[in-house]
């Protein structure tokens, strides 16, 4: 098993540790939930990639169909969890939208400084 | 009619003080019937008190548990000759303190009235919870309630100064409890798996040294109520509050509380042969010798007629203290009498200050001279009174001391012999010498006749001074309720 | 008795299908009535299945008839209809409270969308807590996540809505760790049924995935529990959500990730996998530290709310502590302090809600001397700090002593050392806070107040007195946490 057998993680991992460098680095809170959102597509892509059997097929049932297919349960999963996604990021832009409103700013360095005066 | 089980009369002592305050509260606009319930709970308690003591000296040994937290440590009541003892002293004298405050409290035209009577009720119900506690937890339990509830006594004027003495009072008691006293009790629960008291001590043989004197440490510095140096503020703190508190709770009932707590816990969780073995008991009864010079000292350059007192009383405290450690059974006879005749000795002082206060607004010792012949009834009980804080006859001070003293001697202790007697001459100094100034030296300002405080304080006066005459003539009674308990021990 | 095992679903059911129609109602009282009555109702459920329980043991119902490792069963033992119980109960007590707080603090045309956020909250705490499939418990984590942080942002202060976009994003990091933890458990196992799992695992325990799928799983449920060092979002979400959210949140959301922690441990990875990693000594760490430092930092708060959020961290350090002991004393001691700190923290948050209702504030410099003009609130807030430091016949006490004495049944006698100074610390936090609220001259133009309303009262006191009677009459309450110990430990009755 040499280590690129298993490229689908390491893709996972890359994508990973750049969605978290850019939500802890950056101080824009809309770039944070970018960050956010690569973070979260990188599990996405390890389940979905994890579903998946050599030469399979979509799991489409359909006439003389052949048996190799991928397991669809993950790709079902992750559905959910896009979901999920897609809900966290619309909250969390709407939270930056009235963030901007009350404060003026999404720069989370603006942010503290008007909290300490 | 039936006669209840002392089961029930035991849960009674608890019940009665706080349906009485109860209906204190709903008669708040009848000053008159407010005064007359509590005086009816008042008696009703000591009835009741009274009954399970007249079972008890027989013998019986009632108890009752109220609840079982843990399996195997509950909260109970159980009565023993010395918590019956206490019982008895404070309901008794809870009556003469409320016919006491009747006359002060209207002759002094104190607000809030009613609040006064409903947390002297429930303070006189916790009382009587530590005075029945069966247990440690119990004893603990109580012992915090009670510092809660007289705290509003405490500031019952609202000054700013009650308010700043009332948070001294807190901080500490609460303070001290929570962290020495309730450490000790946890500790002691899980050494030896209970807490109930028990003749002889609850210590299985072989407990380490160490453990059992720090334990014996964190209990007495944990009894911030005693009043051991250095946690004594808060007595003179609580001179802010009216003369009946400062009577009953801060010369009775609190204070008692406190060295009650001390001598139960070293009869009953230590006992005499773990107290013998102990270097750490004797260090601490030094403290306490230490505790009753220093007071004495301190007490001398007081002016304020009521934290001369104050100190006088932590003084005092510590021949309680120091008695409860020397642990042989004629200081505890001796710990256990000066319990019963301090308490009416210093009641009556502080009923004499509060008259001179009602009658004259005096504060100060040094106003005081010649008012022995404006108020010679006064004077004349002060005298007694403080003939018997410092242990000689014709009172029942003289009594406790002797067997304190025989105490010491047992002991082996010198030094601590020496303390008592030294004590005896300071309390001469600082306070008979009130009342000798009182009739002989001139009067400053010039008032005609006789001029007493109202009649209630006068009958209360007459009835404690009465009695620490009474105890010196005969001190059988009270000698054979405390030796019941020696042969016990 | 198949009736109350069929009520298990309508601990979700109900709440999921209500809270649109609360949305709909626009009206906020009568928004308000709907969802206390639907919480109500899952309190009663919830005490349903717990008598059902304790009599029958464990039962499990299948979701739309589909047999388990294929359909989502739940599956409802001790451990969780306790839990469920908990977390049913606080939403209804703190909704008694909240019809006047809520009026007073937020908008008219929110206070639907308030209610609607609360009953989706609760059906995803409920749903982790009832469901016995691995990826379901994301989904429940993210309903009652996503509501949560709505509930926060809807706070007066603009420092709500920071607070709630940094709870978002660590929550949103928390809710993915454990779902990439799952991933590997499945990747392994094939399954997300946990009993499957559970079953699966024992011929597989100790390979490298699995042990990462541990490590990734219980650091996501350490973010969403404020496990040391992973608490910094929950003072300032606690701080400055609207009263009532405080109050709900802190007596259920961390004690359902402990609940979630729990389940992972024993029953998903079972106990000897669990512990042969140093679990132990890493939550011993961590929790010793949670309760000295969280406790410290209490000392030094000037707004409550943040005060007693930090108690809060050193709370969870003691359930933790609890868990680290790994005997069933300990674990006992933990399901303990959940119910017993529940009551405590839900009572004493609404505490300041009687104070934020009265002075629209929770800062000590601004409530300075006023306790005195609120008496009964502030007697409860005295009360409930009692328990707080672990006064004997409080609920605090019991707790602490089941703890100090598991530790000590097994020798771990610092850790006695650390209850108690985490006691010491908490009298200083209480009382300067007694001292401020009571002892202080009033600070400003001096706005005088009357005593806080009775339908706020009531609740109050109502938590306040349930710690003084579960202090008392530990039976209910450490009868319960026995047997549920005892099925976590062993999976028998």
Redesign the interface.
Known sequence: MDILSHYNYWVAIFLMMTGFYVVIASGNLVKKLIGLNVFQASVFILYISAGVVDKGVPPILKEGASILYSNPLPHVLILTAIVVGVGTTALGLALAIRIKEAYGSVEEDDIHAQEED | MKIPASEVLLLLALIIPVVGSFFIFLCRKFPNVREGITLITGIALFANVSLIASRVFTGERPEFVLAEPFSGFTLSLAVEPLGMLFALLASFLWIITSIYAIGYMRGHGEDNQTRFYIFFACSIASVMGVAFAGDLLTLFVFYEILTLMTYPLVTHSGTAEARRSGRVYLGILISTSMVFFLLAVVWTALEVGTLAFSIGGIYPEGTEPWVLGLLLALFVFGIGKAAIMPFHRWLPAAMVAPTPVSALLHAVAVVKAGVFSILKICIYIFGASSLHNLAVAEWLSLLAGFTIIAASIVAMGKDNLKARLAYSTISQLSYVTLGALLGNSAAWTGASMHMVAHAFGKITLFFCAGAILVAHHKKNVSELDGLGRVMPFTMGAFFIGSLSIAGLPPTAGMWSKWYLVLGTVDAGELILLNVLLLSTLLNVYYLVSIPIRGFFKPLRTPVSGIKEAPLPCLIAIGVTTTITVGLFIYPEHLFQAVSGLVTTW | MATIEQLAIFQITIPLIVAPLVFLLKNGNRAWFLTLVTSVAMMWVASQLLVHVLSVGEFVTQIGGWAAPWGIEYRVDTVNAFVLLIVSGMSSIVLMFARQSVNQEIESNKRSLFYTSWLLCLTGLLGVTITGDA?NV??FL?ISS?SS??LI?MGRD??A??S??QY??MG??G??FI??GI?FL??VTGT?NMADISERLSDTSQTRTVRTAFAFIIVGIGLKLAMFPLHLWLPNAYAYAPSVASAFLAATATKVALYMLLRFIYTVFGFEFSFDLPLSETLVILSSAAILVGSVVAIFQDNLKRLLAYSSVAQIGYMLLGVSLATQAGLSAALLHVFNHAVIKGGLFLVLGCFVFRFGTASLKLLSGKGTQMPWTFAAFIAGGLSL?G???TTGF?SK??L??AA?DIGWWPV?LVV?AG??LA?VYV?RAV?VLY?RPVSDDSQIVKEAPLELLLPTWLLIGANIYF????ELS?GVADVAAHWLMTGTR
């Open positions: 990826f994301f989904v993210e996503l942080y709505v942002a603009r420092r809505l920071t709630s976009f978002l994003v949103t990091i809710a993915t779902l990439i991933g499945f990747i997300l430091i006064v004997p016949l019991v002593w089941q100090v004495t000590l006695a108690l006691s010491i009298i009382w001292e002892f202090g008392i009459n530990t450490i």
